[in-house]
């Protein structure tokens, strides 16, 4: 049976330190729904009522083009192992960019990657545990690199260029204004 809390609790953040994939999930009130795994290290619990998660580049900016016009977000975590549960977090989501002046700050609080391309900024607002007693096994066999290695070889001229040409605007056409906030 699901609970809801104000705050995350210290069990939730021991949870979430575990996990090695989480899921985040946003739209606007006229746009397709995107739900995006990530990976790679890039979530930090701040406060109890608040996280940060590092954004690399991808094929899309779906969340950053959702974030400016509807900045709601839902974060998911589920257990591939050990005791079934599903963690979510709700609230409203801020995007730091590149040329912002808490930039170098946030950005401090990860280990740097290639191509890193905004800092997600959520502030709680509920969380919610549930049942996972249908999510299945999985072994963590290791991080896939072939991001990494893939922005590393593009070097950081090859990123912006990328951004210019593949990452301007969402799959509904909104802006991501990713060029203005970072280049």
Same mark, same amino acid.
Request: net charge negative.
């Given at each position: 049976?699901?609970?809801?809390?104000?705050?995350? #609790?210290?069990?939730?953040?021991?949870? !979430?330190?575990?996990? #090695?994939?989480?899921?985040?999930?946003?739209?606007?009130?006229?746009?397709?729904? &995107? !739900? =995006? @795994?990530?990976?790679?290290?890039?979530?930090? /619990?701040?406060?109890?009522?608040? /996280?940060a998660w590092?954004? /690399?580049?991808?094929?899309? &900016?779906?969340?950053?083009?959702?974030?400016?016009?509807? @900045?709601?977000?839902?974060?998911?975590?589920?257990?591939?192992?050990?005791? %079934?549960?599903?963690l979510r977090?709700?609230?409203?989501?801020?995007?730091?960019?590149?040329?912002?002046?808490? +930039?170098?700050?946030?950005? =401090?609080?990860?280990? @740097?990657?290639?191509?890193?391309?905004?800092?997600? /900024?959520?502030?709680?607002?509920?969380?919610?545990? =549930?049942?996972?007693?249908?999510? %299945?096994?999985?072994?963590?066999?290791?991080?896939?690199?072939?991001?990494?290695? +893939?922005?590393? #070889?593009?070097?950081?001229?090859?990123?912006?260029?990328? +951004?210019? &040409?593949?990452?301007?605007?969402?799959?509904?056409?909104? %802006?991501?204004?990713?060029?203005?906030?970072?280049?």
């Open positions: 049976m699901g609970k809801q809390f104000s705050e995350l #609790k210290e069990n939730h953040i021991e949870f !979430i330190a575990q996990q #090695k994939i989480f899921f985040v999930g946003t739209a606007t009130d006229t746009s397709k729904v &995107n !739900i =995006s @795994p990530k990976g790679l290290d890039s979530l930090r /619990v701040i406060n109890t009522n608040q /996280v590092l954004n /690399v580049t991808g094929s899309g &900016n779906e969340t950053a083009a959702h974030v400016q016009t509807h @900045p709601r977000m839902t974060i998911m975590f589920a257990a591939f192992e050990g005791k %079934p549960v599903i977090l709700y609230g409203t989501a801020t995007a730091i960019h590149h040329n912002d002046d808490t +930039w170098q700050e946030t950005y =401090s609080l990860f280990t @740097p990657q290639p191509g890193a391309r905004q800092i997600f /900024v959520l502030d709680i607002d509920m969380v919610q545990t =549930s049942c996972g007693m249908s999510v %299945p096994y999985f072994n963590y066999v290791g991080d896939r690199e072939l991001l990494n290695d +893939w922005a590393e #070889k593009q070097g950081e001229q090859g990123i912006k260029e990328y +951004w210019g &040409n593949k990452n301007q605007q969402s799959l509904d056409g909104i %802006p991501t204004r990713i060029a203005e906030k970072n280049l």
